[in-house]
């Protein structure tokens, strides 16, 4: 049974750059059928998808957030990571890792989400 | 993008059946058969229950159907049941990927 896992600082200030990555268990992050994925929700709102990467190190982003968001893979350590640069309030959200089917176009395994808070 | 389309609630009692839907665009919805909806309980992660406007993945009930008609997608939910209290999305390929504004379900 695959399962992600998100960690990170629950706390970023204005300007910053948050930065969470997603631990992969169950399964190989390197399996060809799968994207690695990034989805937040800012609180009592609905889902956004922020983007994915391949194993390989293919990224595809929202063009929404293109400019300020930065995924990375190491396949080493089975994980991969979100950057976001130059966060406002407006970033405040549960920030979640999800597994992406490339076969059936579906965001099959999520992990537990992380709140992250940008707040001075 | 924009978010697609869903009602802001529906509501409807144990054994009953109630329709959620989801309108876009011909980008989106209407271009592609790759809807999806997912399921979310209050301070959980979403949890896929259609795939492919209609598909269900193992594991989850078949009084749960999908199916698309132009830019529009709907998710039935047949015999309503207390668990399936929740929010609910639905989300389409549209040369990246867009989720619905959401809908919660009450039952009754």
């Known amino acids: 049974q695959v399962q992600l896992q998100e960690s990170g600082p629950g706390l970023v200030k204005p300007s910053q750059t948050l930065s969470l990555t997603c631990t992969v268990s169950g399964g190989s992050i390197s399996s060809g059928d799968y994207y690695w994925s990034w989805i937040r929700q800012p609180p009592g709102k609905g889902l956004e998808w922020i983007g994915y990467i391949y194993y390989s190190g293919s990224t595809y982003y929202n063009p929404s957030l293109k400019s300020r968001v930065t995924i990375s893979v190491d396949t080493s350590k089975n994980q991969f990571s979100l950057k976001l640069s130059s966060v406002t309030a407006a970033d405040t959200a549960v920030y979640y890792c999800?597994?992406?089917?490339?076969?059936?176009?579906?965001?099959?395994?999520w992990g537990q989400g992380t709140l992250v808070t940008v707040s001075s | 993008q924009s978010a697609l389309t869903q009602p802001r609630s529906v509501s409807g009692s144990p054994g009953q059946s109630v329709t959620i839907s989801c309108t876009g665009t011909?980008?989106?919805?209407?271009?592609?058969?790759?809807v999806s909806w997912y399921q979310q309980h209050p301070g959980k992660a979403p949890k896929l229950m259609i795939y492919?406007?209609?598909k269900r993945p193992s594991g989850v009930p078949d009084r749960f159907s999908g199916s698309k008609s132009g830019n529009t997608a709907s998710l039935t939910i047949s015999g309503l049941q207390a668990e399936d209290e929740a929010d609910y999305y639905c989300?389409?390929?549209?040369?990246?990927?867009?989720f619905g504004t959401g809908t919660k379900v009450t039952v009754l």
């Open positions: 999800a597994r992406f089917g490339s076969y059936d176009m579906t965001f099959d395994y």
């Open positions: 989300c389409s390929y549209a040369g990246s990927y867009v």
């Open positions: 011909s980008s989106d919805v209407g271009g592609y058969n790759y």
């Open positions: 492919d406007v209609s």
